[in-house]
C-alpha cells in the first residue's frame, strides 16, 4: 500500500526520531503521539507482549480509553476479533517479529482504509525499532568485552552476559554455564536463577554430559526438555523445564572442534524460544567460549 504523502512525510520525520532515542520506550512515545495526530485520534496505546508471563502489557499511551484486554491479546495472535467501530488495531513489530499491539481509537470512528496505513506504517517503524534493537545488542556485547578487557573475573563477566541475554530473551527458568571435565561429566560453575528470586544451590555440581553429542557448535533449540541433564542441571524445588537452547562452547584443536563447556537457557514453557534468541545467544558467544577457558583453567590450577 502506497501512503499519502502527508503521512509519508511525517512518517519519515517520525522514524529519524526514533532512530536517535535511547530508549525503546521514548521510541514507542514517539510512535504513538504521531499516530494518534495523523490519524486524528482521542486516544491511543502501545502494548508489549511479555513472553514469561504470557501477557499483554501498557508500555505507553495517549488520552483515555478501555481498552479491555481478550481482544488486544486475540489481535496479537492475529485471530481478527470483532472491534467496536471506533477502534483500529495494527501489529508492533521489531524488525520482522511483532511484538505487540497498538490501538487507536476515535470518537467518530475511522475512514476506511486507516487500519491498513497504520500497520503500513508500523511496518515501516519496526525496520527502525529492528535496527535499534540490533545496535542494543551490540553495545551490550561490548560491554562485556570491555569488562574482560578490564580484568573481570571469568565468573563476573558470564553473570554480566547471563544479565543482558534476560533484558534481550526474558528467559522464566534459568541459563547456566557448565564447563567440561572429563569425556562424560560437567560441572555448573554459573548458574542465574529467573523462576524465583535468590541463589542458586547446583552451582558447582557434577553432572553428566555426553560431550560428543553436542555437534559442531550450532546452538540447538529443545522441546519438552526432560533429559538427565536437565533434571540435574536445575534446582530440586524449581519447576521442569519445558524448552531450552542449549551453545555448545568449542576450541579447535588441530583444525577439529573440541567442546569445552556449554551454555543453556531454559523455559518453563513449551515453545517459548524464538529464531530472534538463537540470534542474541549467537552473538555472546565467543565471551562465554573464553569465559568458559578461563575458568576451566582455574579449575586446573586450583
Known amino acids: 500500500m502506497e501512503l499519502p504523502g502527508d503521512i509519508g512525510l511525517g512518517l519519515v520525520n517520525v522514524a ?53 484486554g481478550g481482544a488486544l491479546l486475540e489481535f496479537f495472535y492475529n485471530r481478527r476479533p470483532q472491534l467496536p467501530s471506533e477502534v483500529v488495531m495494527a501489529p508492533l513489530r521489531r524488525g520482522r517479529q511483532v511484538i505487540g499491539v497498538t490501538a487507536l481509537a476515535g470518537y467518530d470512528g475511522f475512514p476506511r482504509g486507516v487500519g491498513k496505513a497504520a500497520t503500513e506504517a508500523l511496518s515501516f517503524l519496526g525496520r527502525m525499532l529492528g535496527l535499534k534493537w540490533e ?25 554480566l552476559v547471563m544479565h543482558e541475554l534476560r533484558r534481550f530473551i526474558d528467559y522464566d527458568h534459568g541459563s547456566s554455564l557448565i564447563v567440561r571435565e572429563n569425556s562424560h561429566t560437567g560441572r555448573i560453575v554459573t548458574r ?22 553436542l555437534g559442531t557448535g550450532r546452538i540447538a533449540c529443545f522441546e519438552d526438555c526432560r533429559g ?3 533434571e540435574d542441571a536445575r534446582e ?21 572442534p573440541h567442546a569445552i563447556g556449554l551454555f543453556s ?29 578461563k575458568l576451566k583453567g582455574e579449575e586446573t590450577h586450583e
Not at 547446583?202 to 553429542?213: F, L, T
Open 16 to 68: 529519524k526520531q526514533v532512530l536517535e532515542v535511547r530508549y525503546e520506550r521514548k521510541a514507542f512515545s514517539l510512535i504513538l503521539r504521531w499516530l494518534t495526530q495523523t490519524f486524528k485520534c482521542h486516544a491511543s496505546a502501545a502494548f508489549i507482549y511479555k513472553r514469561s508471563e504470557g501477557r499483554l502489557y501498557k508500555a505507553c499511551g495517549v488520552g483515555e480509553y478501555d481498552w479491555g
Open 135 to 159: 545496535e542494543r545488542v551490540a553495545l551490550a556485547f561490548f560491554r562485556s568485552v570491555e569488562a574482560m578487557m578490564r580484568g573481570r573475573s571469568a565468573k563476573d563477566i558470564c553473570y
Open 192 to 213: 542465574q536463577v529467573a523462576w524465583q528470586s535468590g541463589k542458586s544451590d547446583i552451582v558447582g555440581k557434577a553432572i553428566e554430559i555426553d560431550w560428543e553429542d
Open 228 to 230: 538427565q541433564l536437565f
Open 236 to 256: 530440586k524445588s524449581s519447576p521442569p523445564v519445558r524448552s531450552c537452547l542449549l551453545a555448545p562452547l568449542l576450541r579447535w584443536i588441530h583444525g577439529k
Open 265 to 293: 537457557i531454559a523455559s518453563k514453557q513449551a515453545n517459548f524460544f524464538l529464531d530472534n534468541d538463537r540470534k542474541v545467544l549467537e552473538k555472546f558467544i565467543p565471551v562465554l567460549t573464553l569465559c568458559a577457558l
